[in-house]
């Protein structure tokens, strides 16, 4: 894996402890990350994150100072939600992770990207499965 480091501080996220021994799913949405895109100009994302925790949980407002860091950094969509996702999972060590990021439109075109942990080609073990079949509405 790339070092990521000169693409965000995964330093800034914090964790708390998981204070529940059974599973439960956690839904995070941000309803806005700004960044600047590969021409240098101000764009940005919807995200939502769901994870089913481990023995540690996102601190929110670490999260929130976590995204912030990315407002003046040139990043392509593709390389944002790599880079998110990697510091999320080396962080938080989730038994499962999905992210989707829906950038705004340019140029008329919009875009959404999903990484899910579940996804065997990521090393999971597509035990949810609960992405299959599904439409893509948005």
């Keep these: 894996m790339p070092d990521q480091r000169k ?6 996220l914090n964790a708390i402890s998981n204070p529940s021994k059974g599973g439960y799913e956690v839904k995070i949405k941000c309803p806005e990350i700004t960044f600047l895109g590969v021409r240098n ?20 407002k670490s999260l929130k100072e976590y995204f912030y860091q990315f407002r003046n950094k040139i990043l392509s969509y593709e390389r ?17 992770l999905r992210l989707v990021m829906e950038f705004n439109a340019r140029g008329g075109i919009s875009s959404k990207l999903t990484i899910d942990s579940d996804w065997g080609i990521r090393g999971g073990d597509e035990k949810y499965r609960d992405w299959v079949g599904q439409s893509d509405t948005w």
């Design 7 to 12: 693409w965000s501080d995964p330093y800034l």
């Design 41 to 60: 100009q101000p764009d940005f994302a919807n995200t939502w994150i769901t994870m089913y925790p481990g023995e540690l949980v996102v601190e929110l």
């Design 80 to 96: 944002l939600i790599n880079v998110i996702y990697d510091d999320l999972v080396d962080t938080y060590k989730p038994d499962r």
